[in-house]
């Protein structure tokens, strides 16, 4: 189906009342593996960081990674779950070749944390979403199909397995049911997904970044005719990998539901893939039911009791929440809404406290990162924070600035050097001659020229039009190719001409 | 005392990509049947009192610090497998999926 041919979204809204749940991957950043001493690097050689373990080769054990139990503890607790006293873990038994040992080991009714929330902003208003629960399981390889036209499943002749991903640390994140958000359901989802990604950030448990696999959602979706209780049928669209993804997928996925349902057809319960290009889905397999998984306990793994003297130490390292953390900052530098949700999308927070602390102040910092490094970093497209800058020469370029040393033109092109490269902002300044220049005789010559050159205005400007200057002071600025001091400049036309 | 019908057979051969023959199935069915009843007299025995038991020792939160152990390389990682390309296991092409 494609997006032409869809019932429009106001329609589909006319009749329907969407329900949402959202099950999101988080791959934790451990070192090594959920369950052997594998490292986890990104981007290592094919197959260079496995073992009998993870390549479920026969005899081999499992043994838990203590870290990725406390980062999962440490998820529950911020979402405000309750944390299981004793659970186990389960296979997943489905045979498919990114999962050597035929199964997943995965938590099935004892997940480690239950039962909790998570508020998120959403135009101005806040929803509560409920989280159903969070659990423990690991990551399958990857796979290459072969063959065929486009590197899809589609017409692959044969597929080729890295298992160096097979068994990372991942958390799975599932919602309730989200009912009740009518048309601002695809935002609740975006919203919820960015302020999960800002909690696990904060956490200090992954980057979870979404453009590497870091971070996945799982969108699922159902319509039911507005003022039924029942639940329709959902469809379940897999890998939405960036949170505008997150917010079309949903989107799409309503105006399809609607137009199925509208026709007088059915939805069939499968899972669906998402397509970047025109923001559609398509159909993918039929999904199995629980019982074909065949869940059970897995004998190899003992139960994990976390103590609670663990599970309250660990509450104690969770760190002040991104909501209550962004309110904080927002009172502090007294911005509007407007410019603190800037901040936050562009995830520039954390340089501009840096940045603070390297000794700018807040206007400064925020004015840099906010404004010209978020320029040059949509330019080259990639995030802010990613720019070859660091707080501390973002705080020296402000201080030059602050002193008078710098004006913004100059401050600009020193930035363009610590970017390309050209070492520290007082080596560029040095190299590239960027002092401004407010020595009253470098600048007097200049001055008289510029009052010789423009006789007309300097009359005017004698004969008490004072704001006509601006002229005179743009004429020394490019002669001077902008380094002068444009104050100076301004008292040293006005002092030329007698109107001081 | 549970029965396992042919039909489930062949449910769990197609769960576990097994192509199975009509004879192999009549066979597994019945074979898989005298299994399930021996696990079902087990259950019999098993009164209220019992908690169902899914590992026999008496021991939990087993873990391992987060330190990197050397594990396999990648030839090694290989030397099993019966086709491999680009330093990667080569396997069939996945029928019916996705």
Not at chain 1, 40 to 65: H, I
Request: aromatic fraction near 4%; proline fraction near 5%; charged fraction near 25%.
């Amino acid at each position: 189906m494609s997006t032409t041919s869809l019932m429009s979204y106001e329609d589909a809204l006319e009749t329907y009342d969407p329900v949402m749940g959202l099950e999101v991957h988080v791959e934790l950043g451990t070192a090594t593996k959920m369950f052997c001493g594998c490292s986890t690097e990104f981007g290592a050689e094919p197959n260079s960081q496995v073992c009998p373990t993870c390549l479920g080769m026969p005899g081999a054990l499992p043994v838990v990674n203590a870290v990725a139990v406390e980062s999962a503890i440490r998820i529950g607790l911020a979402l405000n779950c309750n944390i299981a006293e004793w659970c186990r873990f389960a296979r997943k038994n489905y045979f498919y070749p990114d999962m050597p040992k035929n199964f997943q080991t995965s938590q099935y009714d004892e997940p480690i944390a239950f039962e909790g929330y998570l508020d998120v902003q959403v135009e101005g208003k806040t929803w509560r979403v409920e989280i159903e629960r969070a659990h423990m399981e690991e990551d399958t390889g990857k796979s290459l199909h072969m063959g065929g036209a486009t590197g899809r499943i589609h017409g692959a002749d044969y597929s080729l397995l890295d298992y160096n991903r097979c068994g990372i640390p991942l958390i799975e994140i599932v919602t309730k049911p989200i009912e009740g958000a009518g048309e601002l359901a695809p935002l609740v989802a975006k919203a919820y997904v960015a302020e999960l990604r800002e909690l696990i950030r904060a956490l200090g448990v992954s980057e979870a970044r979404m453009e590497l696999g870091q971070m996945r959602c799982d969108a699922n979706l159902s319509l039911r005719p507005k003022g039924r209780e029942k639940f329709g049928t959902r469809s379940e669209t897999k890998n939405v990998n960036s949170l505008r993804s997150v917010e079309r997928a949903i989107r799409f996925e309503i105006q399809r539901h609607a137009t199925v349902l509208t026709d007088g057809g059915t939805i069939v319960q499968e899972t669906r893939h998402f397509h970047e290009d025109d923001g559609s889905t398509t159909a993918g397999r039929i999904k199995e039911e629980a019982e074909d998984y065949r869940y059970f306990p897995e004998p190899d793994l003992v139960p994990v009791a976390p103590s609670r003297e663990w599970v309250e130490e660990l509450r104690a390292t969770l760190p002040e929440l991104p909501s209550l953390r962004r309110a904080r900052l927002q009172a502090e530098w007294g911005v509007n809404d407007f410019e603190m949700q800037s901040m936050v999308n562009a995830g520039v927070l954390d340089v501009i406290l840096a940045t603070i602390d390297a000794g700018a102040h807040a206007d400064a910092a925020r004015k840099w990162w906010l404004g010209e490094l978020s320029r040059r970093a949509n330019e080259r497209g990639v995030e802010v924070a990613t720019l070859p800058i660091t707080a501390a020469q973002v705080a020296r370029v402000a201080a030059l600035v602050e002193s008078g040393e710098l004006n913004d033109k100059l401050a600009r092109q020193v930035i363009d050097g610590v970017l390309a490269g050209e070492g520290e902002p007082d080596a560029v300044v040095e190299a590239r001659g960027l002092k401004v220049v407010s020595d009253d005789s470098a600048l007097g010559a200049a001055v008289d020229e510029a009052i010789a050159a423009n006789a007309g205005i300097a009359d005017k400007i004698r004969g008490g039009k004072v704001q006509a200057v601006g002229a005179l002071v743009g004429a020394v600025m490019k002669t001077t190719r902008g380094q002068a001091d444009a104050a100076r400049v301004r008292e040293l036309i006005l002092e030329r001409l007698g109107v001081s | 005392m549970p029965g396992i019908t042919r039909e489930e057979v062949a449910h769990l051969a197609r769960l576990s990509r097994l192509e199975l023959g009509a004879e192999e199935l009549d066979h597994l069915a019945a074979q898989l049947d005298d299994i399930i009843g021996a696990v079902a007299r087990v259950a019999e025995v098993a009164a209220d009192d019992i908690p169902p038991t899914s590992h026999p020792l008496p021991l939990t939160n087993v873990m391992r610090p987060d330190v990197i152990r050397p594990g396999l390389s990648p030839e090694e990682a290989l030397s099993g497998a019966p086709a491999a390309e680009e330093q990667r296991f080569r396997v069939p092409r996945i029928l019916g999926e996705e």
